[in-house]
């Protein structure tokens, strides 16, 4: 089977194919440019480095969130075009599945926290692999109270961390370690492996059924939702 | 051999797709419209719009593909909305539209808005071909342009403040009729005395085909206000009326003078209030009394749509024009 990986949901861009097991090709960039620009000529380019004909791509894998609202757009409008034009599944992969992916047999609690802005983190936390808790958007103060509850080390990761680094360091009352930069924030690798693994048990999905996961509704709903409560 | 054009349109709260023939021929228009999503809101919610979007962008493709009788891969060349509008509506379609012309291995054309908006002219009028002067009036753009070619125009007249559409909202709201004011207005105005209220019909300085809007918008809501501590009812119609009067006047004598000025014989009316049957009304007699003759789009090719995305698109692709990988969405795209 061949995956196409693609993650945009922070400041990352990045794009993997996967090939029966290998990963032929894997592009990772986080600068300040768009990933509007730079999305399609980094799939184009991996194309290129994997030596892969695109049309023989099985499944697309994406972020389907949590995240920039605008960036998962960018990856979920990508990612349709190419899976509607070729015809094949998409594998919805939640980004927070994905990030806690790059630990999958560290000893202790592994768990992601995504900068959601409006002094809160999109977060979830992760053992041997598994997601042990809801994905939510929490401030890091209701997540601390979380983990202690879990009386194991922590391991944080995701873009939320160097925002939050002195934060943390200051606040956090129990055993951590913070990732390493090559480990530290979404990985399309992670995706493509996670969506390979959906696609096996069943859980990829036709296109019109693929749906992005924002975890919070627009500032107009929301306001709308304040008025009507009044 | 038939060139096929995939247009792709996601400006602002229309999720469209379609298919066109040799860029006059249209053989699938698919519009999904958020409108009534955004209603509560008095007005587009531009993430809300988004999300509709890439909710809805595939099946809109799909059925434009289907509708037009063709497979994905007989299309020559894929056209997108790069502009203007709201950036994450446009981001939508931009982004699907390079993944897919990408996988099909077919070239891809950016195309302008408003550009599209003229070329939804040639849909239903076979014998047009540039030359011609173009009025376009829609919620987000007032322009009088003489198109000199396909893939070339020249912009002689544009508002300074409101766009026309963006009045008649404004308005609507003022007088309680709610959103989306343009269709609202016209159709209460057809019971109103539109010489109830003299609002004014503003000039720009030395610029005679360049449009405001502000101020008549201002003068209705001074009347309303000037009415209201008075403690008089105002009659919704005939302030609606006198307003849609005051705007369709400036709109049809700046067409028609800088159609003498340049003697243009012909002018196309485009955008979405082009469908305002007020306006053209007013613009045909006029153009009857000054022997210049008056086009204009069917109302379904007047809102936004794909089809006249696909037409202008396969205009600038004859002339050459494709987009990189890295096309990007221009909110504020110059014509």
């Not at chain 2, 860029?23 to 053989?27: A, D, F």
């Not at chain 2, 009729?177 to 989306?180: R, T």
């Given at each position: 089977m061949k995956v196409l990986g693609i993650d945009s949901s922070g400041t990352v861009a990045s794009v993997a194919i996967i090939e029966d097991g290998k990963m032929t090709a894997c592009l990772q960039s986080d600068t300040s440019y768009t990933h509007s620009t730079t999305l399609l000529p980094m799939i184009d380019k991996a194309f290129s480095m994997a030596d892969t004909d695109k049309k023989s791509i099985d499944l697309v894998a994406v972020?389907?969130?949590?995240?920039s609202f605008t960036g998962l757009r960018i990856g979920a409008g990508s990612a349709k075009g190419f899976a509607c034009a070729l015809g094949i599944p998409i594998a919805p992969v939640s980004t927070l599945d994905a990030l806690g992916y790059?630990?999958?047999?560290?000893d202790g609690i592994v768990c992601p926290i995504m900068n959601a802005r409006r002094s809160q983190v999109y977060t979830a936390c992760y053992k041997n692999g598994e997601c042990i808790s809801q994905e939510e958007a929490i401030s890091l103060d209701e997540l601390f109270e979380k983990l202690y509850q879990y009386e194991e080390k922590v391991i944080f990761l995701g873009d939320g961390v160097p925002e939050y680094k002195d934060y943390i360091k200051e606040n956090f009352k129990a055993e951590y370690v913070i990732a390493p930069p090559h480990l530290l924030k979404q990985s399309a690798g992670a995706v493509a492996c996670l969506g390979e693994r959906m696609k096996e048990s069943g859980k990829a999905v036709e296109i019109r059924d693929f749906k992005l996961t924002y975890l919070r509704k627009s500032q107009a709903e929301r306001e709308r939702d304040e008025r009507n409560k009044l | 051999m038939d060139t096929l054009i995939l247009g792709i349109e996601s400006s602002c709260d229309e999720t469209a797709a379609a298919v066109a023939r040799n860029?006059?021929?249209?053989?699938s228009n698919v519009i999904y419209s958020q409108i009534d999503i955004h209603t509560e809101f008095g007005g587009v919610v531009p993430e809300i719009a988004s999300r509709k979007h890439i909710e809805k962008i595939d099946s809109v493709v799909e059925k434009a593909i289907k509708d037009a009788g063709i497979f994905a891969d007989e299309i020559t060349a894929v056209a997108v909305t790069k502009g203007p509008g709201l950036v994450g509506p446009l981001l939508v379609g931009v982004s699907f539209a390079k993944a897919y012309a990408y996988a099909l291995d077919k070239p891809l054309v950016g195309v302008h808005h408003i550009r599209g908006h003229v070329a939804a002219n040639y849909i239903e009028h076979p014998e047009l071909k540039p030359p011609f002067l173009s009025l376009i009036v829609s919620g987000g753009h007032t322009h009088l342009v003489r198109v000199t070619d396909y893939d070339s125009f020249e912009v002689l007249g544009l508002t300074q403040d409101d766009a026309a559409g963006e009045a008649y909202d404004k308005v609507a709201r003022a007088i309680g009729?709610?959103?989306?004011g343009g269709p609202k207005i016209d159709k209460i105005s057809k019971e109103g005395n539109p010489e109830a209220y003299n609002f004014p019909r503003a000039k720009v300085g030395d610029s005679p085909f360049d449009f405001s809007f502000s101020g008549v918008k201002s003068a209705v809501l001074n009347q309303l206000n000037a009415a209201k501590m008075k403690g008089e009812e105002i009659n919704q119609a005939d302030v609606a009326a006198s307003f849609q009067k005051a705007v369709t006047d400036v709109l049809v004598s700046h067409a028609v003078d800088c159609a003498k000025s340049f003697g243009e014989k012909r002018i196309a009316l485009a955008g979405g209030?082009?469908?305002n049957t007020a306006l053209r009304a007013a613009l045909k007699e006029a153009g009857e009394e000054n022997g210049i003759d008056i086009i204009y789009p069917s109302p379904v090719y007047c809102t936004d749509n794909a089809a006249m995305i696909a037409c202008q698109g396969y205009y600038e692709y004859m002339k050459g024009s494709r987009a990189g990988l890295d096309l990007n969405a221009v909110p504020n795209l110059k014509l």
């Open positions: 972020a389907k969130g949590p995240g790059l630990f999958p047999f560290a | 860029g006059r021929e249209v053989l009729l709610g959103y989306p209030v082009a469908s």
